[in-house]
C-alpha cells in the first residue's frame, strides 16, 4: 500500500527565513516521489519531482530512503511562496499517484 | 482547449439526487484521474482510465460512484443517490504518460465543487 504522511498542516515563517516542509512516505517497491504546489486561485501543479534532481523556484527535495522521507526545502522563503503543498507518491511503472493532506505555508514580510 | 476543463464549477444538489461531472482532458493525454478532495483532507485517489479502459476502480467509495470514458477524450463521473458525505471538491487530472512512476505530469482541471444538501 501507498501512504505520504504530511505532518504539518500549517507552516508559517518570515519572508527570507529558510522552510522545510516534511513528507514522510510508507511504500514496498521503488518509489517515485513528488511535490506538487496550489498556489491562490490557480490550479494543482507538479512543482519538482525527485527524478529530475531539479531546483525549481529555489526549492530542493531529496529522497532519503532511510528515513522514508522527501521533504521540501527553500533557503529564503519569498512571499510569493505562500500556497498548498502536497507531497505525492508513486511507484517505478505504475500509475497510481497517491497524495499526502497537503502543508498551507504562509510566508510573511 | 489548453488545459483540463471540467464542469460544472459548482453545483448545489439536494441528497438522494443523482449528479454528473464532466472532464475534457488535454488532447492526447492517454491517463485520466479522478481524485476527491474533502474539507480540510487530501487528494483521494478513485479511479483511473488508461485511454477508455478503466484498470483501477478501487478507490470508488461506494457502488453509487460510476465513471466513463469516451475514447481518449471527454470522461463523466456519476454519483447516484449523494449523500452529504459526498460534498466535496472533484478534480480530474489528465497525463501524456501512462505511468505516473516514471515522472508523468498530472496536470489538473480547476475542479468541480459539489455541495449536497
Known amino acids: 500500500a501507498q501512504r505520504v504522511t504530511q505532518p504539518e498542516k500549517l507552516l508559517s515563517v518570515f519572508k527570507g527565513a529558510p522552510v522545510e516542509l516534511k513528507c514522510n512516505y510508507s511504500?514496498?517497491?521503488?518509489?517515485?516521489l513528488f511535490w506538487y504546489v496550489q498556489y491562490s486561485r490557480q490550479r494543482l501543479q507538479l512543482l519538482l519531482r525527485?527524478?529530475s534532481r531539479e531546483s525549481i523556484k529555489g526549492f530542493t527535495a531529496d529522497l532519503n530512503k532511510g528515513e522514508t522521507s522527501f521533504h521540501l526545502k527553500k533557503p529564503f522563503a519569498q512571499e510569493e511562496d505562500s500556497a498548498m503543498y502536497y507531497c505525492?507518491?508513486?511507484?517505478?511503472?505504475?500509475?497510481?499517484?497517491?497524495f499526502g493532506a497537503g502543508t498551507t505555508v504562509t510566508v510573511r514580510a | 482547449g489548453a488545459g483540463v476543463s471540467q464542469s460544472p464549477s459548482n453545483k448545489v444538489t439536494e441528497k438522494g439526487k443523482d449528479v454528473e461531472l464532466r472532464c475534457d482532458p488535454i488532447s492526447g493525454h492517454t491517463a485520466l484521474y479522478w481524485y476527491r478532495q474533502r474539507l480540510g483532507q487530501g487528494l483521494e485517489f478513485l479511479i483511473y482510465f488508461q485511454g477508455n479502459s478503466a484498470p483501477d476502480k478501487s478507490g470508488l467509495p461506494s457502488d453509487r460512484f460510476s465513471a466513463e470514458r469516451t475514447g481518449e477524450s471527454v470522461s463523466t463521473l456519476t454519483i447516484q443517490r449523494t449523500q452529504q458525505e459526498d460534498s466535496a471538491v472533484y478534480l480530474c487530472?489528465?497525463?501524456?504518460?501512462?505511468?505516473?512512476?516514471?515522472?508523468?505530469?498530472?496536470?489538473f482541471g480547476e475542479g468541480s465543487r459539489l455541495t449536497v444538501l
Open positions: 487530472a489528465s497525463s501524456l504518460a501512462i505511468l505516473a512512476g516514471v515522472g508523468g505530469e498530472l496536470f
Open positions: 505525492a507518491l508513486s511507484g517505478y511503472n505504475d500509475y497510481k499517484l497517491s
Open positions: 511504500y514496498s517497491g521503488s518509489p517515485e
Open positions: 525527485h527524478i
